[in-house]
């Protein structure tokens, strides 16, 4: 039986003038994050009348967009955010894009935007690329940075869901997602709240980025690389970081993690780290975790390491928390043990240095 992929032929745009190779190599050799970006993108336009068609592969460009439209005055748009690698053969592999796929779509029926196939969504960020698959960076630990969108474009002023949508692809090639070079980020507690329940914390849209950007800026004035939400009732509970999921090691072995409750995003990287560290045989808690919790166990020694993870940063270890209420520091302030070994087991799986039992590498032809 054919996939939606199947059904669509990609048109193939070539780009006037690609940046010169040169210029690319220069780029390439110190990426950052997601400032720069390659050649191409993908797009597929969707209306009621017609569905999801014109899928096209063209030059990365500016988006002409009429100032009416619905994305602009009701912040219908939802991305995702998803790595392709280069493995150790010198083939190239995305990472659980199905898993993204899912989630897009979970992120759009909450929206109440069109859900887009999973098949089309694999196939698109494969032919994105497949079409700039010389953009890789050349450092240590680089990738291409893919990102995935949705928005209305209906020029409308209703307040009702836009009967016309654009789904784009973007690369970027990405190096590390932290600049300040610390072994450890340092995270401020925020009096902000991210999300409520029954609120949009669980789907991927701009507006909860745009709610965190104050507090994030608040967080980096005061000199540190991150900011922590607590829950929107009490204020106690641990929720997440602005852009990554959170992981709490104690000193028996056990990790502990704040449990889905519509209120935090499910990140990828985040499921996939509690299977790994089951498959060693830690027990692994979806529980509530509370901020005076955590200052109390790090000052007991009761908790060890904590970490954060996403797509971006991958996993990162959190040495220093800082809130109204004064900091503490977690175990010697650098990365731990644990964290060391399930981010080295969990790059070298998407990389294709080891063994992959769970079928999450998908190689590209």
Request: with cysteine; charged share 20%; hydrophobic share 45%.
């Amino acid at each position: 039986m054919a996939s939606a992929a199947d059904t669509f032929a990609f048109a193939r745009i070539p780009h006037p003038a690609p940046v010169a190779a040169d210029v690319r190599a220069q780029v390439l050799a110190n990426p950052g994050f997601g400032t720069a970006f390659s050649d191409h993108m993908v797009s597929i336009e969707y209306d009621e009348a017609q569905g999801w068609h014109d899928a096209k592969v063209m030059p990365y460009g500016p988006i002409p967009l009429d100032p009416a439209a619905s994305v602009l005055h009701y912040a219908q748009e939802i991305f995702e955010g998803l790595k392709a690698y280069r493995l150790a053969d010198g083939g190239i592999a995305l990472f659980r894009p199905e898993a993204n796929a899912a989630r897009f779509n979970a992120s759009a029926r909450r929206l109440a935007m069109p859900e887009l196939p999973e098949a089309l969504f694999v196939e698109a960020v494969r032919q994105q690329v497949l079409a700039d698959k010389d953009w890789f960076p050349t450092v240590e630990g680089g990738s291409l940075y893919l990102r995935p969108f949705m928005f209305a474009t209906e020029a409308f002023l209703g307040v009702r869901p836009s009967k016309k949508y654009r789904f784009l692809v973007i690369a970027s090639p990405a190096g590390n997602y932290f600049k300040s070079g610390a072994p450890a980020v340092s995270i401020w507690v925020s009096d902000y709240t991210r999300a409520a329940p029954g609120g949009t914390g669980a789907a991927k849209c701009g507006g909860n980025y745009a709610a965190s950007l104050v507090p994030t800026a608040e967080a980096f004035l005061r000199g540190h690389d991150q900011v922590l939400f607590l829950d929107a009732a009490e204020h106690r509970w641990i929720e997440e970081l602005g852009g990554m999921n959170l992981f709490f090691v104690m000193a028996d072995g056990t990790i502990v993690t704040p449990p889905l409750g519509g209120t935090i995003l499910p990140g990828i990287t985040r499921e996939s780290l509690i299977a790994l560290a089951r498959e060693e045989g830690l027990t692994v808690r979806e529980e509530r975790y509370a901020l005076d919790q955590w200052r109390d166990d790090a000052a007991s020694g009761k908790l060890v390491e904590t970490f954060a993870c996403g797509t971006a940063a991958v996993v990162t270890p959190v040495g220093k928390v800082a809130g109204r209420d004064g900091e503490f520091a977690i175990g010697s302030g650098g990365p731990g043990q644990l964290t060391q070994k399930l981010r080295a087991r969990l790059v070298a799986i998407q990389r294709g240095e080891a063994a992959d039992s769970h079928g999450w590498v998908k190689r590209i032809a």
